[in-house]
Structure formats: structure tokens, C-alpha cells
């Protein structure tokens, strides 16, 4: 089975972020495959390498990235969540002539419509609200 997850909390505000990693971690030990995760609204914090959690606490966005890269899955970051919460890859930091960009290795900032191709492309698409 081809699953979509939607990743809608930050990563230490709620625990929908890492109930999401657990069970796209889940999905791949049980042999299917994710077509996408998507990055909304909150979500996309799991996406900076600025956020250094405590020593006593889980690194949540180092876990997704590590799944991200060592399972080649498309990791795709709301435009426009992102950009309202300060979330910037090399182009973005360009085009608003910021002075760094924040966006983890592994993943990409693309528009709703890459959510819409998910939903059409998978058999099920699995949303982790707040």
C-alpha cells in the first residue's frame, strides 16, 4: 500500500510530530511505501536545522530527516507555512533578499499542489493534526 502523510504539528508543541515519524516509521518496517510527506501549517518546523531541542529530548527534525534521506521519500514543505514561520531554502533567501536560509537537507518547499498529486497518487493519505 502507498501512503501520504501529513505532518500538521511542530515538533515539541504537540505530539502529533512525532506520533506522524513513528508511524511513517511503522509504515516502511511493515513493507509499504510512502509516496509523500507533506509539511503544513506548524509542521514545517520539523524541517529548520536551526532547532537544537535539550539534551533530555528527542531531536524530532534530525529523526525525520535521517528517515527522509535513508528512504529517498519526497519531503515536501508548504510555500507558504513556511515562509510565514521564517523557514527559507537558498532560493527563497534570494528571492526575499534574507540573509540565510534554515531548510533541512532532504526536504523541498513546493506549493499545495504537491498535496493534491499525493492524494491522487496514494492509497491512503493520513493526516497528524495538533
Known amino acids: 500500500m502507498k501512503f501520504s502523510i501529513v505532518i500538521n504539528g511542530a515538533p515539541w508543541s504537540s ?3 512525532l506520533s506522524a515519524l513513528q508511524f511513517a516509521e511503522t509504515v516502511l518496517d511493515s513493507g509499504h511505501d510512502i509516496y509523500r510527506l507533506f509539511f503544513y501549517q506548524d509542521g514545517v518546523l520539523n524541517s529548520s536545522c536551526l532547532c537544537v531541542p535539550p539534551q533530555d529530548e528527542e531531536d524530532i527534525p534530525a529523526r525525520w530527516q535521517a528517515l527522509i534521506e535513508s528512504n529517498d521519500i519526497d519531503a515536501v514543505v508548504c510555500a507558504a507555512s ?3 514561520r521564517g523557514i527559507l531554502d537558498k532560493a ?3 528571492r526575499y533578499d534574507k540573509s ?3 531548510l533541512r537537507q532532504g526536504f523541498t518547499i ?7 498529486d499525493a492524494t491522487q497518487q496514494s492509497d491512503r493519505v493520513i493526516s497528524f493534526v495538533i
Not at 513546493?110 to 493534491?116: K, T
Request: no cysteine; charged share 20%.
Open 15 to 17: 505530539p502529533s510530530a
Open 82 to 84: 513556511a515562509l510565514k
Open 92 to 94: 527563497e533567501e534570494d
Open 100 to 102: 540565510g536560509h534554515n
Open 110 to 116: 513546493s506549493g499545495l499542489g504537491q498535496l493534491i
